[in-house]
């Protein structure tokens, strides 16, 4: 079957050289993937949306909430190790299907969060455990599911990259499938306070959840292995195997590395450095700037809709620009990770001016908007070459088991971060001094890309293909 495949390619080159258009039902597979990530976001933004009139209505402070953003975020981060490595073994059409099912039966379930929330506080009072408030409870358990199965989409989008597109065109499709989170955050706020008013908080979990289960009918009719995709000319599925001849790291098969040799390489722990430091800093935005708005501003659900929207524009800015950026430098001569790596300095630049938003948004939100909008557009790039330099330096078949440890490590840092954060918003809001809380963590969000540059640097000084 190799030789085949490999005659394949090498008749396929011959026939047409690369310069040559050789076909573009890759960027299908993108556009697939770009919906995939708006549907995820859409998801995981209704609650953030929905919190500042849930915690009236049920009595939650700061506190509580950031413990239910926490489960989600601790049970994203422990499923991503397993997400990853689930992608390897059933393959990247399989396991998408499985994802999505999940995690659109997840968002439903939160509809029905009291008389779930009743049933866990039952059984854990029932074993002796302290009781939880029944509404915490089920949002907590609608979270843990909602997690496990959107933990699986940015391993399977990375895979599916990486087995579409050759290198160079890498981060520039990353780019654009993750800008889908930026639309998803985009459409939350305008269409999440509507169907809330009009029907009721219940109905937009389930109308949003259910967006999922028609996505999954396109992926199922248009994705299928590159080599046994019937839509893909000869010419296209040789230009995306071009690097094959680069190097094993190309090569669509072999032996899978387990996690304890992944762990073993540098280029991991490079990986799992940025994750760890960054993904906080997206999900404090994505999770608390709703309830920032409200209480700095006291903006209701309806008032913080067209600063949301312009906000996540931005972002989509950073996403589509930051996957192109590297080839800038790769143009000039450099290799594709030491093109990323220079972009990427260039980008962890930007979200230094997060530390103005605190004292200049004195005169009006647009002030904080907009510069956490150029913070959020930063990581976006920052996320879109994050993610390629996994299949700049691993196998295809590892791809995704390394996404999966590093988005275990991002999702850790991301409940550090939440955690921290509704414990300083209390504490300094029992003060009447919360602004100052919000100073401290946007100080953290707007240093955090920096260290990360300097660790992965460090850890890895140059280009090093893996190619066990």
């Not at 981060?77 to 390897?88: C, E, T």
Request: hydrophobic letters at 55%.
């Amino acid at each position: 079957m190799t030789e085949q495949v490999i005659g394949k390619y090498d008749a396929a080159a011959k026939a047409a050289p690369v310069a040559q258009a050789v076909g573009k039902y890759r960027w299908t597979i993108c556009a697939l993937l770009f919906f995939a990530t708006t549907v995820n976001y859409l998801d995981r933004q209704v609650l953030s949306l929905l919190a500042p009139d849930l915690s009236k209505e049920f009595g939650w402070s700061n506190t509580d909430y950031a413990n239910i953003t926490a489960v989600f975020q601790f049970v994203y981060a422990i499923s991503m190790l397993f997400a990853g490595r689930v992608v390897d073994r059933i393959g990247t059409r399989s396991a998408f299907v499985l994802a999505i099912v999940v995690w659109s039966i997840g968002a439903i379930m939160h509809a029905t969060a009291i008389p779930m929330g009743a049933g866990v506080a039952s059984i854990l009072s029932s074993v002796g455990i302290a009781a939880v408030p029944v509404s915490i409870a089920g949002f907590m358990l609608a979270r843990a599911v909602l997690a496990i199965g959107e933990a699986g989409n940015f391993p399977a989008a990375i895979k599916a990259t990486a087995e579409y597109f050759p290198k160079k065109e890498r981060s520039f499709a990353t780019g654009i499938f993750n800008s889908g989170a930026n639309v998803g955050a985009i459409l939350a706020p305008l269409t999440v306070p509507l169907i809330a008013l009009y029907w009721g908080w219940q109905a937009a979990f389930v109308i949003i959840g259910a967006i999922g289960f028609i996505w999954m009918l396109f992926w199922l009719m248009f994705f299928d292995s590159p080599e046994k995709q019937k839509r893909l000319s000869e010419e296209e599925l040789a230009y995306i195997r071009s690097d094959v001849a680069a190097g094993p790291a190309a090569a669509p098969t072999g032996v899978k590395l387990s996690w304890m040799q992944l762990l073993g390489y540098r280029q991991t722990w490079a990986f799992v450095a940025g994750k760890f430091l960054t993904d906080g800093v997206w999900w404090f935005f994505l999770f608390w700037l709703p309830k920032y708005l409200s209480a700095q501003y006291g903006m209701g659900k309806e008032d913080i809709v067209l600063p949301l929207a312009v906000l996540y524009s931005m972002t989509m800015v950073g996403s589509i620009g930051g996957g192109w950026f590297p080839a800038y430098f790769m143009n000039k001569g450099m290799n594709p990770y030491d093109g990323r790596m220079k972009a990427m300095l260039c980008i962890a630049v930007f979200p230094l001016v997060v530390l103005l938003a605190q004292p200049l948004g004195g005169s009006s939100y647009w002030i904080p908007v907009l510069l956490i909008g150029v913070g959020a557009s930063a990581h976006q790039a920052w996320s879109a070459n994050l993610f390629t330099t996994v299949s700049d330096m691993f196998p295809q078949r590892s791809v995704a088991s390394v996404v999966g440890i590093g988005g275990m490590a991002g999702g850790i840092g991301g409940v550090l971060v939440s955690k921290i954060g509704g414990w300083l918003f209390d504490y300094y809001g029992a003060l009447g001094k919360i602004s100052t809380g919000y100073m401290i963590m946007f100080a953290f969000c707007a240093l955090a890309y920096l260290a990360a540059w300097l660790i992965m640097k460090a850890l890895v000084p140059r280009y090093k293909e893996i190619t066990a």
